[in-house]
């Protein structure tokens, strides 16, 4: 089955760090750009960032530069979020997306998973 | 930045009825719009490409259509199954969404 399975979200403070994966399954994650999109509580959906196929271009939002990093591992058929200084309005859940080969479109997406930043 | 702006925020219909929701770009993006549709407690999940082309496994009844600024999705008779939130995209922007419930 083509699926995206995220974890690594929970409760974290103000000023902590997490690290989010993202386990694809059913086809080669090294074919794709991939993403990650957020969706704060009863909000709409927010892009976060995403990364070349190889890994050499990677894009962020304003809000997450200098402090979210993406990374994938191709061979191990995996993405990465590693959010650092994290805030209150970090408070989402968190989708890893493929991206349509050619486009920006988002044709797979993951289940999420929920981050809480709160003291 | 581009900004897409959804309307209506919401639309009160009933099963078999027709459902318009409309997509505004702030300048042209000539056909690279895509909508999804968004269930409670469920991803996203992609129902059009390109403004007019339907993704895998999407029945029949959901089309898009439109370029440059204006764009449309149309459910030709609502099942029970779609009433859910439905966001435009293009690029890193979304819509803010167009919620599609039960009359």
């Known amino acids: 089955e083509v699926q995206l399975v995220e974890s690594g979200g929970g409760l974290v403070q103000p000023g902590g760090s997490l690290r989010l994966s993202c386990a694809a399954s059913?086809?080669?994650?090294?074919?794709?750009?991939m993403s990650w999109v957020r969706q704060a509580p009863g909000k709409g959906l927010d892009w976060v960032a995403n990364i070349k196929q190889d890994g050499s271009d990677k894009y962020y939002v304003g809000s997450v530069k200098g402090r979210f990093t993406i990374s994938r591992d191709n061979a191990r058929n995996s993405l990465y979020l590693q959010m650092n200084s994290l805030r209150a309005e970090d408070t989402a859940i968190y989708y890893c997306a493929r991206e349509r080969l050619g486009s920006d479109t988002f044709d797979l997406w993951g289940q999420g998973t929920m981050v809480i930043v709160s003291s | 930045d581009i900004v897409l702006t959804q309307s209506p925020a919401t639309l009160s219909l009933s099963p078999g009825e027709r459902a318009t929701l409309s997509c505004r770009a702030s300048q042209s993006i000539a056909s690279y719009l895509a909508w999804y549709q968004q269930k409670p407690g469920q991803a996203p999940r992609l129902l059009i490409y390109d403004a007019s082309n339907r993704a895998t496994g999407i029945p029949a009844r959901f089309s898009g259509s439109g370029s440059g600024t204006d764009f449309t999705l149309t459910i030709s008779s609502l099942e029970p199954e779609d009433f859910a939130v439905y966001y435009c995209q293009q690029r890193k922007t979304f819509g803010q969404g167009t919620r599609l419930e039960i009359k």
């Open positions: 059913g086809f080669t994650l090294s074919t794709n750009w």
